[in-house]
């Protein structure tokens, strides 16, 4: 089945302490994205990856770390969390441009910083 | 920089009732617009999507127009049901369609 996975799903964690968060896609796309959800904001952008070893950063990037070392994964990094970062998070992909394909998201990863 | 406005939810209406999600947009150059729609729980899932200037995208009898002149992108659809429930999206792409900006959403709540 054509998908793309997040884990963990759900996350509890305390400020400071290093956590990653995996996304995978079985589509071989090649566009690739993290999003962050807020109540009142929609989804905003973090970082985004045309292909492998290229990424970019979207519009919040800051706090957060990124790498695609190989097509089908896309790791969000979180190296210091704070109460901040605590939000819905979801991957995406697409087989080209994201404004030109459609993008295919992931689950969700339900992330709280306490 | 990029954004895009949509109306506040949530909207309820009744089954069969008319839906108007309104969505507007600021951008450099010539942006892609898009609707994408959240069912509870879930992922995101692409509704419709429209490229150029008076371009209509349509799906599953949900309709949008790229207005440039007014900067819209309006969701409409003739007769809602209650399986339409869900959190709406408005988005759009910049000119490179790499970055993507999300409206606030707007959640739609339909009555039997």
């Known amino acids: 089945e054509a998908q793309v996975t997040q884990n963990p799903r759900y996350l509890i964690t305390v400020t400071g302490k290093k956590l990653t968060v995996t996304c995978s896609q079985n589509m071989n796309h090649e566009y690739m994205s993290w999003y962050r959800q807020d109540p009142g904001l929609g989804l905003r952008q973090i970082y985004y990856?045309?292909?492998?070893?290229?990424?970019d950063k979207g519009d919040v990037p800051e706090g957060y770390k990124v790498s695609r070392k190989e097509k089908r994964n896309f790791p969000l990094i979180l190296e210091s969390p704070s109460p901040n970062q605590t939000s819905l998070y979801f991957c995406?992909?697409?087989?080209?441009?994201?404004?030109?394909?459609?993008?295919?998201f992931g689950p969700g990863t339900r992330l709280t910083v306490t | 920089g990029d954004s895009v406005t949509q109306m506040e939810g949530p909207v309820t209406l009744s089954e069969e009732a008319f839906l108007t999600i309104n969505c507007t947009y600021t951008?450099?150059?010539?942006?892609?617009l898009f609707w994408y729609v959240q069912y509870p729980g879930e992922g995101l899932q692409l509704l419709l999507k429209?490229?150029?200037?008076?371009d209509k995208g349509s799906n599953k009898g949900f309709e949008a127009t790229y207005r440039k002149e007014t900067t819209s992108f309006h969701l409409e659809k003739g007769s809602v049901q209650v399986s339409d429930s869900a959190v709406y999206f408005c988005?759009?792409?910049?000119?490179?369609?790499?970055?993507?900006?999300f409206g606030s959403g707007t959640k739609l709540n339909v009555k039997p």
């Open positions: 990856s045309m292909n492998v070893e290229v990424t």
């Open positions: 429209a490229t150029k200037a008076d």
């Open positions: 988005a759009l792409s910049d000119y490179n369609f790499n970055k993507f900006y």
């Open positions: 995406a992909s697409s087989p080209g441009l994201a404004g030109v394909y459609e993008q295919y």
């Open positions: 951008a450099t150059g010539y942006p892609s």
